[in-house]
């Protein structure tokens, strides 16, 4: 296949089985598996207790969970600094798709060597958790980019949230594998690492026998590949001033980022932390359980959506969002608020991530520059969680408290709600 038809049911298939494949690394690696892992390792425990969660890196000690915020945030600030370029390059060339596998194979093969991490070589061990992070949102900056050219605006919140379910389903069932292995027959936890490589890179061919590379917006002339690039997203830049909705949302878009991708990457290293009694087999049954309510609320939404639009909608999951910071701040302290809790969260991150993709794709200009203009709305989201994770360790690190951490999430979600409000009406997204 080397052009697109919009609105093909295997092509679009192909394409949300992407999800299905790389949601084995935000569920297993970011945020259930190997956070616990990462706090047993890299904490002193006598007798079942937490002696000590500090640690050394370069001769500077931090807490532990700190550190692994501040990793994270570089990863993303990496990935904003190189993802411009590298989109205006995709889109030059037409080379969507290779793009897509480097990140991709970059990413599954950083989670395997997960396998190795040992706290006494920890500054080589954090590079695999940061590689393993650049790989799977370079990826997405790429695949994000073919959902305007395989379906129809008036099917991208359905074919959105397609693609977050068979996520949420996918990395769900991964999960629950490799648990039974732990549990069940004594598996090393580090094995699992080696099967979310695996199950990235293995289901990631069905999508890529299927999607084209991408159409070429222009013909690359001689000279600087990566002076095309810039020059790619000043271009991108120029049209999005002059759209004055877009603008809008992507400031909003940008605000709320900051909360939203925090919130999951550090759930269970705050439960582990700030929740008494929580045992470890417990706190994966919330993980999971996020993991299928996520599955509803991505077409709860999008149902919803199609009645009152998508802004009104966005901001319906924004008000949710600060209903539960403010809640699990204040009141969530035992396990059974922490599942309370944890089935809120579930139900308004599918939403919000499946809404928020499909809305950017429908407020896009007519273009053949889509992994440009994708570019824009994955360094924003970057960028935010980068402000996210930074504010989020560097709070704990001065008062000694993940929960303390919450209130600038909770300032993060109502500015973005505020912003959400000023954003013009239109036909698509009202």
């Known amino acids: 296949m080397n052009t697109f038809q919009k609105g093909d049911k295997k092509l ?18 970011s945020t259930a598996i190997f956070p616990i892992f990462y706090e047993k390792v890299t904490s002193t425990i006598v007798d079942g207790k937490v002696i000590s969660d500090k ?34 390059i995709a889109d030059f060339s037409g080379s969507k798709k290779r793009f897509m596998q480097f990140f991709c194979y970059l990413g599954s093969i950083s989670c395997a060597s997960l396998y190795f991490f040992n706290k006494d ?8 958790i940061l590689f393993a992070s650049i ?18 605006p008036a099917d991208h919140d359905k074919v959105s949230a397609k693609g977050f379910g068979m996520g949420y389903f996918g990395g ?35 999508t890529f026998a299927r999607l084209p590379n991408g159409t070429k917006s222009n013909v690359l002339s001689q000279g600087n590949v990566i002076f095309k690039g810039f020059k790619e997203l000043w271009k991108v830049w120029n049209e999005l001033k002059h759209i004055k909705q877009l603008k809008r949302y992507l400031i909003a878009f940008f605000i709320y980022s900051m909360g939203v991708q925090t919130v999951m990457l550090m759930a269970v290293l705050f ?14 049954t919330s993980v999971l359980l996020i993991q299928f309510v996520g599955i509803l609320g991505s077409f709860l939404f999008s149902r919803i959506s199609n009645k009152i639009g998508n802004i009104k909608t966005l901001g319906l999951t924004l008000f949710i969002w600060i ?27 599918g939403g919000i991530q499946s809404l928020s993709r499909s809305t950017y794709s429908k407020l896009l200009p007519e273009t053949t520059d889509n992994a440009s203009f994708f570019s824009f709305y994955d360094v924003c989201e ?32 109502i500015l973005g709600f505020v912003v959400l409000l000023t954003i013009p009406k239109s036909k698509n997204v009202s």
């Open 12 to 29: 679009i298939n192909a394409w949300t089985f992407y999800d299905w494949a790389n949601s084995s690394y935000p569920l297993v690696i």
């Open 55 to 88: 640690v050394s890196l370069f001769g500077v000690e931090f807490i532990n969970s700190e550190i692994y915020s501040y990793v994270v945030a570089l990863s993303f600030i990496i990935v904003s600094i190189f993802s411009p370029i590298l989109s205006g």
């Open 121 to 128: 070589y920890l500054g080589l061990s954090m590079l695999s």
């Open 135 to 152: 790989g799977f949102w370079g990826s997405l900056v790429f695949y994000n980019a073919y959902l305007p050219e395989i379906a129809e």
């Open 172 to 206: 769900a069932i991964l999960l629950i594998i490799n648990l039974i292995l732990i549990k069940g027959f004594g598996m090393n936890a580090r094995f699992s690492f080696i099967s979310v490589a695996l199950w990235w890179i293995g289901f990631a061919q069905i």
């Open 271 to 284: 439960a582990k932390k700030e929740i008494a009694g929580l045992e470890d087999a417990n706190l994966i």
């Open 323 to 349: 209903a539960i910071c403010i809640g699990t701040y204040a009141f969530v302290f035992t396990p059974n608020a922490f599942y309370v809790i944890a089935c809120s969260v579930g139900l308004v991150m």
């Open 382 to 413: 970057k960028v935010g969680i980068v402000i996210g994770m930074l504010s989020f360790g560097f709070i704990e690190g001065v008062t000694g408290s993940m929960r303390n951490s919450i209130l600038a999430l909770i300032i993060f979600f």
